[in-house]
């Protein structure tokens, strides 16, 4: 049992550690998913080592200190995201409104009804759906009368992508901006006179031992799409099941390089996958919003027997504000930048 023990504190006290080699296979990078449980599998570990082990080694003490290290070291990567933490609430003139319900469905969830009763309790402005095949176009009609405005990319290799609106949708295009398979899809939306947002809305293909071997395309893509919102100046939004956690090196780059905000600080992890799993639940559904934004209601939706549970967000245009898409960053992290663009692409 001792022995054990200490198995599973070494494993646990390297883990943590493994994303910051920056290497790009899934093994190297599992462990920025699952922060929040190495946490209290760390806090575990501690326990028991000082109520079962009575042997007060130095290994029991080197151990103990390499927990403690890790503890402190994944608290300081989360906290922010947590509801603890201390944010000034959203209460700013308002120049207009608009409201997005986005989530992954499930490709072979055929729950069809009880999605659309969610749909029609949020009434949102905008409906995004992630794993939607032709079998999810087809059952959507029904909110078609509601969402005339569309943009569809049904596929049948869980990335097909269905967008519907309640209003004119400007300047949509669809993008398979790195995968041949794995489609995003831009457009404008107008929320008041002259006024529009940029919304870019994405589900790049996750690491994992069922998917892409590395993060190379999902970093790619997150990079592209930066880049490309750094060349705007207009009020931007991104959106989607980004497959990644918000603490990661990747979307803390993204963020830094777009001068975007995450609604997620201080309101709590909203983990949307896996909804079946209580204890194996994850933050990958996103959405990032530019300055002149602000979010002022953020809803995680009821199971609707998909393994992702979707997201409701109200976002408020700030009058009289300005910003930029343009964040700083250094020249070592522009390269950054270019060589993960360039290893997706290769």
């Known amino acids: 049992m001792i022995i054990l023990l200490y198995i599973v504190s070494i494993v646990f006290i390297i883990t943590p550690f493994l994303p910051a080699t920056g290497h790009p296979h899934w093994f190297f990078r599992t462990a920025d998913f699952v922060r929040l449980q190495s946490i209290a599998i760390e806090i575990i570990c501690c326990f028991l080592l000082l109520t079962l082990d009575t042997s007060l080694s130095s290994l029991h003490w080197i151990l103990l200190c390499g927990l403690f290290v890790a503890i402190v070291y994944q608290t300081l990567k989360v906290f922010r995201y947590s509801s603890l933490y201390p944010r000034k609430k959203p209460n700013f003139p308002s120049g207009g409104m608009f409201s997005i319900f986005a989530a992954n469905v499930l490709q072979t969830n055929s729950s069809y009804g009880k999605l659309i009763d969610i749909i029609n309790e949020f009434d949102p402005d905008i409906v995004l759906t992630m794993e939607a095949n032709k079998d999810w176009e087809t059952a959507l009609k029904e909110i078609e009368s509601t969402y005339p405005y569309s943009e569809k990319v049904p596929l049948e290799n869980f990335y097909g992508m269905l967008l519907y609106s309640k209003q004119k949708l400007h300047n949509v295009t669809s993008k398979f901006q790195i995968e041949d398979d794995v489609p995003s899809i831009f457009f ?113 939706s009821r199971n609707f027997d998909s393994d992702h549970f979707g997201m409701y967000y109200e976002i408020h245009h700030r009058r009289n504000k300005s910003t930029t898409t343009s964040g700083s960053i250094t020249s070592e992290e522009k390269g950054d930048v270019d060589t993960l663009i360039k290893n997706g692409i290769s």
Not at 219 to 248: F, Q, Y
Request: hydrophobic share 35%; proline share 8%.
């Open 188 to 300: 404008e939306y107008e929320i008041e006179p002259n006024t529009n947002v940029f919304f870019a809305c994405l589900h790049p293909a996750p690491p994992s031992p069922t998917e892409n071997e590395t993060s190379k395309e999902r970093d790619a893509e997150l990079m592209l799409t930066g880049k490309m919102i750094r060349e705007l100046d207009m009020p931007t939004v991104v959106c989607g099941d980004m497959n990644d956690v918000v603490w990661s090196r990747t979307t803390r780059l993204f963020k830094k390089m777009t001068n975007m905000i995450d609604p997620r600080i201080g309101r709590g992890f909203f983990p949307t996958y896996h909804a079946g799993y209580r204890f194996m639940r994850f933050p990958l559904d996103h959405l990032f919003h530019t300055k002149d934004l602000y979010v002022k209601e953020m809803m995680r």
